[in-house]
Nanobody
Framework: QVQFVESGGGLVQPGGSLRLSCAASRSINSIGTMGWYRQAPGKQRELVARISQSRTIYYADSVKGRFAISRDSAKNTVYLQMNSLKPEDTAVYYC????????WGQGTQVTVSS
């Protein structure tokens, strides 16, 4: 079993930035491809970005050019740098293994509002 702890969310104005962190309970190298997901009120959970062990990266069209995913194996941590935030980015953000999910953590709330 693997546990994930998301942090770094908060309330920001449109155009602002946040950096989310996802700390895993064991080596992310043993987990493989990691993804950031989000779930907004009334919507299904969606994949925002993913990064493989070789650092092959995918972004959803809605965040391309604004978000950046990265990983630090020494810290067992995956990051999501979020820039130029929009109100439609408001959601609870989660991290998990891509393609073979473990249990979901609590997520971290991101609210973009003026």
């Amino acid at each position: 079993q693997v546990q994930f702890v998301e942090s770094g969310g908060g309330l920001v104005q449109p155009g602002g930035s946040l950096r989310l962190s996802c700390a895993a309970s064991r080596s992310i190298n043993s987990i493989g491809t990691m993804g950031w997901y989000r779930q907004a009120p009334g919507k299904q959970r969606e994949l925002v970005a993913r990064i493989s062990q070789s650092r092959t990266i995918y972004y959803a069209d809605s965040v391309k050019g604004r978000f950046a995913i990265s990983r630090d194996s020494a810290k067992n941590t995956v990051y999501l740098q979020m820039n130029s935030l929009k109100p439609e980015d408001t959601a609870v953000y989660y991290c998990n293994r891509f393609g073979a999910e473990y249990s979901w953590g609590q997520g971290t709330q991101v609210t973009v509002s003026s």
